[in-house]
């Protein structure tokens, strides 16, 4: 069939969606080695819940830590697998680290509370009792 379109506009169009096809399937690709931390902060009122996908990790592989005014949470996993059948050898090493920093300033850091269960670590961050925020005022006594 004939075309009004001229052949470079459509070979262009061609190759647009041929990128566009093998960028999604590249970055799915990609989605697989991703290393960060799904967070999510609720806030409870007196509390804040600080709730951390970290699937298939141990208690070795996962380090929270305070420093100043933030929580670190660190995650540094090495995993290896040697499988041997006749004369197939195979030999997988994998490592990853990666971390995520919360500022905590207005959070009682001496009672913070935390489990990890079933992948899932959770913090309980309590904040600090809010100062008295309205001023005392003195009664003075006016004279005309």
């Known amino acids: 069939m004939f075309s009004m379109v001229p052949f470079d506009r459509r070979n262009r169009r061609l190759m647009e969606n041929f990128n566009r096809g093998f960028n999604r399937s590249f970055d799915r690709f990609f989605d697989a080695f991703d290393t960060s931390m799904s967070t999510d902060i609720v806030d409870k009122g007196d ?3 600080l709730t951390c996908d970290l699937p298939g990790l141990s208690k070795e592989d996962i380090k929270v830590s305070l420093d100043e005014n933030y929580l670190t949470i ?3 996993r090495k995993d290896e697998h040697e499988e041997t059948k006749d004369n197939y050898v195979l030999q997988e090493r994998r490592s990853y680290n990666y971390s995520r920093r919360f ?8 009672n913070i ?8 670590l959770k913090l309980e961050l309590p904040k600090l009792a809010k100062e008295k925020e309205d001023q005392d ?3 003075i006594e006016f004279e005309d």
Do not use: A, F, P, Q
Not at 103 to 110: L, M, P, S, T
Not at 113 to 120: A, F, I, M, R, T
């Open 47 to 49: 509390s804040y819940e």
């Open 74 to 76: 660190n995650v540094d």
């Open 103 to 110: 500022d905590i300033r207005g959070i009682d850091k001496e």
């Open 113 to 120: 509370k935390g489990n990890y269960k079933n992948g899932v």
């Open 137 to 139: 005022y003195l009664d």
